[in-house]
C-alpha cells in the first residue's frame, strides 16, 4: 500500500442524536489495512448509549471533561487523558463543555448496542469502517 492523504474536505461525518464523529482515516476512506481515526465532538449533556465494541480502542481527551462509565466505574476525564478500553467492556460516555476526543481502534471494530441486560446485533459504525 502507498501513503494516502485524506484531506480535510475529503473527511467522512457522521451526526447522530449522542455526537458527531469525523472519520480521519479508515479501511474504506483511506484504504488502511485495519486502523480507524476519527474524531468525537459532543456538546455538554450529550450521551452515547450502552455498548460494547469487540475490538480495543484508545480514546485521547482534545478538550473537555468527558465523563466514561465502563463496566460499573466512573471515569472523569480532562484534556490530555488517554483512555484504553479493551474489547468487551460495558460502556457509555457523558459530555461536559466542549468535549472532544481522538479515538483509534481496528476498522473491523463493531458496536454491540446493551438495553438492560439484552445485547443488540453488532454493527460496524460508518466513523470506523
Do not use: K, Y
Not at 48 to 66: A, I, N, R, Y
Not at 84 to 89: E, H, K, Q
Request: glycine residues 12%.
Amino acid at each position: 500500500m502507498s501513503a494516502h492523504v485524506t484531506r480535510a474536505d475529503g473527511r467522512r461525518v457522521s451526526e447522530t442524536p449522542n455526537a458527531v464523529m469525523t472519520t480521519l482515516a479508515s479501511p474504506t476512506l483511506s484504504g488502511t489495512g485495519d486502523l480507524s481515526v476519527w474524531r468525537v465532538a459532543m456538546t455538554e449533556g450529550q450521551q452515547g448509549p450502552w455498548h460494547l465494541f469487540d475490538v480495543e480502542q484508545v480514546w485521547l481527551v482534545l478538550s473537555g471533561e468527558p465523563t466514561v462509565e465502563v463496566d460499573g466505574d466512573r471515569l472523569d476525564l480532562a484534556p490530555g487523558d488517554t483512555l484504553s478500553l479493551p474489547a468487551g467492556v460495558r460502556r457509555r460516555i457523558s459530555a461536559g463543555p466542549g468535549a472532544e476526543l481522538l479515538v483509534c481502534g481496528a476498522g473491523r471494530g463493531r458496536a454491540v448496542p446493551i438495553d438492560g441486560d439484552r445485547l443488540g446485533d453488532p454493527v460496524t459504525p460508518p466513523w470506523i469502517a
